[in-house]
C-alpha cells in the first residue's frame, strides 16, 4: 500500500476528529489558561481547515482578529507547533504508532512514512511519546504494589540493589481491583529513578500514589517512611518465600517483566539511559490502555494530550539533561 493511499484511508477515517481539532485546539488554549498575542483577544474567526494559499504548509487554520487583522495558528503551544508537515502526515503518524499493539521503532516510522532521514522520525516518535502523558493525571489508589527492578544486560559485578552499570527503575501498579476477575491489575506508574534511597522512593511514591492508599513493599529500608508518609504500609517478610520478590509482589514483577520484554522486542534493548523515562511514559500509556475496546483509542488520547502540552524541538530533545543522576 502507498504512503498517499495509506493517508487518504486514515484521513477519511478520522474525518470527524479532522474536523473538531481547530476547535479542540482553542477550547484547550482557553480552558490551559495559554495566551493569545495582542489584539488576538479579540473577536476570532475561522479561516478554513486545510491548506490554502497565504496559510502555510501546517494544514490548520489561521486565527484572524477582527480588530486588527493579524493571524495567529491554533497550533501554537501545541507540540505541532512550527511544523513544516500538514496535519494528517502528524495525525497519520500518531494513529500509527497508536494502533500497533507493541509500538513501532523509529525506523519502522521512518520507512512507513516515508521520512527523508532517521532524525525526523526519531523526533516525530519522542514528541509523541510526550503527549502521552496525560497532563495532570490522577495519581494511583486503593491497593498498590511498588518495588524497584534494573534495566540493562548482564553485567560482572555485584548483582540486586548497588549493581553498577544498570539503571534503576521504581514501579507502582494497582492491584487486586475487581470482584469477578480476582487480582486484576489497574494502572501502573514507572520512572527511572537515582538509586534505592529512601528520598528516591518516597518522592516516586509521593508523586504518584494518593494518600492514605495501602502500598506493599519489600523489607527494604528505603520504603521504611511510608507509613510516616500517610500510607497505610504493608511490608512483606522475603525470607517465606526465599528472598524472590516476584512470589510476594506478583503484581508489579509481571509489569517490570513486560516492560522488559517490550523494550528488547520492539526497541532491542536499544534504549539510552538519557531517553529511557521517554520509553518506560509509552509503554505505561499502553499497558494502562490495553483494555480498550476501540483501535482509535490510544489515538484520540495522545491528541487530547497534545494539545495540552508545551512545544519542544529537536534541539531539545537530544541535549535533555540526564534525570538518571
Known sequence: MTRGLEERDVADGLAAGF?????????????????VPGALAGRISLLGLWPRPGLGPQGA????CAACGKQHSPLAGTIFEQTKSGLSRWFLAIYLVTSSKGGISAMELKR???????????SWLHKIRKAMVRPERSPLAARVEADET????PRPGKPGRGAGGKIKVAGAVESGRGQARGHRLGRLRLAVVPDASASSLEGFLGRDVARPATVATDGW?????LAAAGYTHEPLNLSASWGDAALRLPAVHL????????LLGTHHGAVSKKHLPAYLDEFVFRFNRRTAKSISHGFARVLEHAVQIRPTTYRALVTTPDACG
Open 61 to 64: 487554520p489561521d486565527d484572524e
Open 112 to 122: 512507513q512514512m516515508g521520512f527523508g532521514s532517521y532524525q525526523t522520525a526519531w
Open 150 to 153: 534494573y534495566v540493562g544486560g
Open 221 to 225: 529500608s528505603g520504603y521504611a517512611g
Open 19 to 35: 474536523a473538531e481539532f481547530p476547535g479542540t485546539l482553542r477550547h484547550r488554549r482557553a480552558v490551559s489558561g495559554l495566551p
Open 255 to 262: 509489569v517490570f517483566g513486560l516492560a522488559k520484554r517490550w
